[in-house]
């Protein structure tokens, strides 16, 4: 493919405009998103930062993060996810801003800003500057695109974020080496696809890009493009050592729950037919991602088999994608291009060849959306000069720009207006409740989020009590949609409790540990309203149970250690008050418990250390009349 030469002027205005359409993209991706910066901690947050102990070390906790499983530090089950590089983010954003998400929106935000430019200067390598237009409408629907918003709302979603835009630099440096043997530029791809790959594992499906983007694009042989795939392997290779070692195997040892994936618990015609399905909902929210949740789990998508005319949909739509990707791989063609990225890349989400933690979930589109929006901007490209191989006019392309801007600009205000939802728990589960209505989980978290959010910080107890029984309304949907929703049965007992009906409570309770006798916080749980009935050492018993399920549980060893204290057994309840106080050093409630009980054992001189300690931590828990002194 010959080029045309360029003057040095030329040249010189190209490299302008570039810089100003990648500057353009990333403003975008800030206005649009800067809605977020002010949000809170929501969903996986929880687990990955503000109850993470191996996060909240900060980078003290980097040698940790690098050779244990990602949720290491928020329980003590065998994981299946390495994901060191995002955990290090989280860890560095804990030290320098402590319990403060808007530093880590902040951060979202701005990678995502860079991605998308990146993104841009990719597309414009791989598809010539001659079609600049072309690479920045792609871009500009990518940037756009509301199925994002759970990606860069989410702070803990900086791991699909990462990912992708170090995978993005990766694949723009094995561009710029060109199929040579080794140069800068491939030492910086490789760099760029370990510290990609340490982030979240699954863009490992962009190594076969590598040589497809070389053939569409390029006059670069087989043989070359294929061994430049093949230096990727060497990063991924490093990664799956570590992995290993961090695992202790190549999967991990999560077992897949019927609450996260559906298809877990099908029939093999049912699986398929319900995964084909599913795929072909994947496609429509690229088209119209509206209306958006951040959870579809039981049943608000159902299992189905062949009777399901939603099957046969989807089945049609992928055979005419995979028809069109067929046709148009001799000649080149871009959509052919486009659907071959948006297909490899959403492979190992789509429960076909894998089951995975999860059978539909927004934040899966995020790659393989820019293979849509590439589609769907070489349509309008293609409408504006009829053939490709004609150059873009801007005059003459009044109407298909139109168009180009009213999607995006609808992508837009939908992300704009969408990320409002991702506020806080309260405003996202709210919101999905109506999004997602046929989801236990939904309603389960909405339940959540009214004792928790709501109830908790109620002034009287008349509306504390409200806000708990709208709880008890919510957990009874999320049971009648799955009445072996654990959980959701235990969080019930607990809204019962706390309304004062603890018979109701231990019922529930009871329930929920005959089929799962080791569920941490239903044993808790039980513990307390035992301990409220005056069963002590019934109490003590459930609090014992809870802590040998997982040896990190705070809640239970602080509850433990009020128990011993209140019969009087003070040398336990020190005990393990400690240990509690040994797992969160700034918990400044157990440093005043242990100064208490002190007191009680009439040990003088360790309750003032204590707490003086405690109030240090927390000057509240300082008594009034010291205060005023």
């Not at 890009?209 to 060497?234: C, E, H, N, Q, T």
């Not at 579809?296 to 989807?314: K, M, R, V």
């Not at 109490?539 to 705070?554: H, T």
Request: a positive charge.
């Amino acid at each position: 493919m010959a080029k045309s030469k360029t003057t040095p002027i030329d040249s010189s205005l190209r490299n302008r405009t570039t810089l100003t359409g990648a500057f353009v993209i990333a403003a975008i991706a800030l206005i649009v998103n800067a809605n977020t910066f002010d949000h809170g901690y929501v969903l996986d947050d929880l687990s990955a930062i503000t109850e993470n102990w191996v996060t909240q070390k900060g980078t003290e906790s980097l040698g940790t993060i690098w050779t244990t499983n990602y949720r290491h530090g928020y329980w003590s089950e065998p994981g299946s996810i390495y994901r060191p590089l995002t955990l290090s983010l989280f860890a560095w954003e804990w030290e320098h801003w402590p319990n403060d998400p808007r530093p880590a929106h902040i951060v979202n935000v701005v990678i995502y800003a860079i991605t998308c430019a990146v993104l841009f200067f990719l597309l414009l390598a791989w598809f010539g500057k001659d079609r600049i237009w072309l690479a920045f409408g792609a871009t500009f629907l990518f940037t756009l695109h509301p199925i994002h918003t759970e990606v860069v709302a989410n702070i803990k979603s900086a791991d699909e974020l990462l990912a992708t835009m170090f995978s993005f630099l990766a694949l723009w440096f094995v561009w710029k080496n060109k199929g040579r043997n080794f140069s800068v530029w491939l030492g910086c791809a490789l760099l760029a696809f370990f510290l990609a790959v340490s982030s979240k594992e699954s863009v490992v499906t962009l190594i076969p890009i590598i040589p497809i983007a070389f053939y569409f694009f390029s006059d670069v042989s087989w043989r070359k493009s294929l061994m430049s795939a093949g230096w990727m392997l060497l990063p991924f290779s490093v990664y799956m050592g570590l992995r290993k070692a961090a695992l202790g195997d190549m999967v991990g040892k999560d077992v897949v729950a019927g609450i996260d994936n559906v298809l877990v618990n099908a029939h093999v015609l049912d699986y398929y037919t319900t995964a084909i399905k599913i795929c072909g909902l994947y496609l429509w929210k690229l088209i119209v991602p509206h209306p958006l949740s951040h959870d579809y789990s039981l049943f608000q998508i159902p299992i189905n088999g062949l009777e399901d005319p939603l099957f046969w949909f989807a089945l049609l739509a992928i055979a005419g994608l995979i028809y069109i990707a067929i046709k148009g791989w001799r000649s080149k063609q871009l959509f052919a291009f486009a659907i071959i990225f948006l297909f490899l890349t959403f492979s190992l989400y789509s429960n076909l060849f894998l089951t995975i933690g999860t059978h539909f979930g927004e934040r899966l589109l995020f790659l393989p959306s820019i293979g849509y929006c590439i589609l769907i901007a070489g349509l309008l490209w293609l409408w504006s000069t009829k053939r490709f191989t004609l150059p873009f006019e801007l005059k003459k392309s009044a109407l298909p720009i139109s168009v180009l801007m009213l999607i995006g600009v609808s992508y837009g205000f939908k992300s704009f207006e969408r990320n409002k939802d991702w506020k806080s728990e309260y405003d996202l589960y709210l919101a999905d409740v109506e999004n997602s209505p046929n989801s236990a989980r939904t309603h389960y978290r909405l339940g959540m989020a009214y004792m928790k959010e709501r109830a908790i910080l109620a002034k009287t107890k008349e509306v504390k009590n409200q806000w708990l029984r709208k709880a008890v309304g919510e957990l009874k949907k999320a049971i009648a949609i799955y009445p072996g929703y654990a959980d959701a049965q235990s969080e019930l007992g607990l809204a019962y409790q706390r309304l004062g009906y603890q018979d109701l409570a231990i019922e529930r309770y009871q329930t929920v540990l005959d089929k799962k006798p080791t569920h941490k916080v239903t044993l808790n749980n039980m513990g307390t309203v035992l301990f409220e009935k005056g069963k002590f050492e019934k109490a003590e018993e459930f609090f014992l149970r809870a802590i040998e399920s997982d040896p990190r549980y705070i809640d239970a060893m602080g509850n433990l250690a009020s128990c011993y204290g209140t019969t009087g057994k003070y040398g336990e309840a020190i005990y393990w008050f400690m240990k509690a106080h040994e797992l969160e050093p700034k918990n400044a409630s157990y440093c005043y418990f242990i100064g208490i009980t002190y007191q009680r054992m009439e040990k003088s001189d360790d309750a003032t250390k204590w707490l003086e300690r405690a109030y240090s931590l927390d000057p509240s828990l300082r008594p009034k009349a010291q205060s005023n002194n």
